[in-house]
């Protein structure tokens, strides 16, 4: 059981260039998110998949999307990367525990140049 | 509006005792968390309360809940150097999906 997990782990662009963050879960959790970290700040949601098939916005979504492929897996992309978007970006996922408790992975620390 | 605020900075002896603090805004909280995050890894749940309690104990670790002034705090009893991390509060709001609302997390150092 690895719970989440997130590729790669490391990422340098440049401007303008796209990428796709990978993230699977294996707990069988219906909820998935993508937040960002940035210095001084707690996490942000960018998006967010209740379920598999659905999709839906957070506080920061401009310059991404997000794909809910399966149940398993939730990939969030950077179309045209610009350096604002240099974080560190963690998924989670949750489960009908009644605890509502997110799971997260190990980040993906993305530098744009 | 919804907001969770944290001190930023914490650091206490080997040994001591150290408390963290939080401070939330929506009084519609159901849960609050406390994540713990050490260089280069991701957030791991420590524990988290809910908010029809006031304490919760579990080990080491004393969460203690004011829902009156909306102060949450974490106690870490005997602090060992490795529980020197990041430490993020989080609330989930109730209704609509499972939102968390981060604090930007304290460093707690631990010295000798």
């Known amino acids: 059981n690895a719970g989440v997990t997130q590729t790669p782990k490391f990422q340098v662009l440049k401007t303008g260039q796209s990428m796709t963050l990978q993230c699977a879960q294996d707990?069988?959790?219906?909820?998935m998110y993508w937040y960002r970290q940035d210095p001084g700040m707690g996490l942000r949601l960018i998006y967010y998949?209740?379920?598999?098939?659905?999709?839906d916005k957070g506080e920061v979504p401009n310059g991404y999307n997000v794909s809910r492929l399966n149940k398993r897996e939730f990939s969030l992309r950077l179309e045209s990367a610009a350096p604002s978007q240099t974080s560190v970006y963690f998924c989670?996922?949750?489960?009908?525990?009644?605890?509502?408790?997110?799971?997260f992975g190990p980040g993906t620390r993305l530098t744009v140049l | 509006g919804e907001d969770v605020e944290q001190s930023l900075f914490l650091s206490v002896r080997e040994g001591d005792s150290s408390v963290i603090n939080c401070t939330y805004t929506?009084?519609?909280?159901?849960?609050l968390y406390w994540y713990k995050q050490e260089p280069g890894a991701g957030l791991q749940l420590l524990t988290y309360?809910?908010?029809?309690?006031d304490m919760k104990q579990d080990q080491r670790l004393t969460v203690l809940l004011n829902k009156k002034d909306k102060h949450l705090s974490l106690r870490i009893a005997d602090t060992q150097t490795g529980d020197s991390a990041i430490y993020f509060c989080?609330?989930?709001?109730?209704?609509?999906?499972?939102?968390?609302?981060f604090g930007a997390g304290t460093r707690l150092a631990v010295h000798p």
């Open positions: 929506d009084s519609s909280s159901t849960y």
């Open positions: 989080a609330e989930r709001i109730s209704g609509g999906y499972n939102k968390l609302i």
């Open positions: 998949s209740a379920s598999e098939g659905t999709t």
């Open positions: 707990m069988n959790h219906n909820s």
């Open positions: 309360i809910f908010s029809n309690m």
């Open positions: 989670a996922s949750t489960g009908p525990t009644g605890t509502d408790t997110q799971y």
